[in-house]
């Protein structure tokens, strides 16, 4: 059964981009006003992200492609936008954070999470999304011929790194209720 939850990535990626768009978004353009358009302070879909890569790695990559891919096209891209900028953008997306990973395994030989025993890595884990968001910001940048300011840059990074938080605490809740909820069937 548990490899194909890694499928269930992508449908999980687009109910986070749903729960962004018609409750988070609101309230943070309440907040903060219109800059909520351009980088969310707490970005749901990137910790979905993080959590299915945490947790299935390369298998979830996949399902992650078309959530991303039909997430892009749904909530975030002008209507009238061509496909292929479509696909590459959802597909740039998906591929940020599990590129990162590899990049700092292959060519700095820092597996972050080689080596480590228990929960999971949190400092890793937000390490490797911080920087993937700023690769995927210049990434974007690019592809709609902007130049990527650094205040824009740390804003949707800090929106990453807290949605990636977000999602750690629900995912760590879980776990905790489901071992607590086996401990007390095991005991006598």
């Known amino acids: ?12 990626l687009l109910l986070a ?39 299935f790695r390369w298998k979830s990559l996949p399902s992650l492609t078309v959530g991303l891919v039909l997430a892009f096209g749904w909530f975030y891209l002008p209507e009238g936008t061509p496909l292929n900028i479509w696909l590459v953008a ?7 954070l599990p590129l990162t990973y590899w990049v700092l395994c292959r060519f700095l030989k820092l597996d972050l999470f080689n080596h480590r025993q228990g929960a999971p890595h949190w400092s890793a884990l937000i390490l490797i999304v911080g920087l993937s968001s ?14 990527a300011e650094v205040l824009w840059l740390m804003r949707i990074t800090i929106g990453d790194v807290m949605g990636a938080l977000g999602c750690l605490i629900i995912a760590m809740l879980i776990l905790r209720r489901q071992r607590l909820t086996r401990a007390s069937v095991d005991a006598p």
Do not use: C, M
Not at 1 to 12: E, F, Q, T, V
Not at 90 to 96: K, N, P, Q
């Open 134 to 147: 700023v690769a995927n910001g210049y990434a974007i940048s690019t592809l709609w011929n902007f130049e």
């Open 17 to 55: 981009f749903a729960i962004q768009s018609t409750l988070i978004l609101p309230v943070e353009r309440f907040l903060v006003g219109d800059i909520a358009n351009t980088a969310s302070v707490f970005y749901l879909p990137a910790g979905v992200k993080l959590v299915a890569f945490y947790v």
């Open 90 to 96: 959802g597909v740039g997306s998906a591929l940020a």
């Open 1 to 12: 059964l548990i490899p194909y939850l890694a499928h269930l990535s992508g449908p999980l």
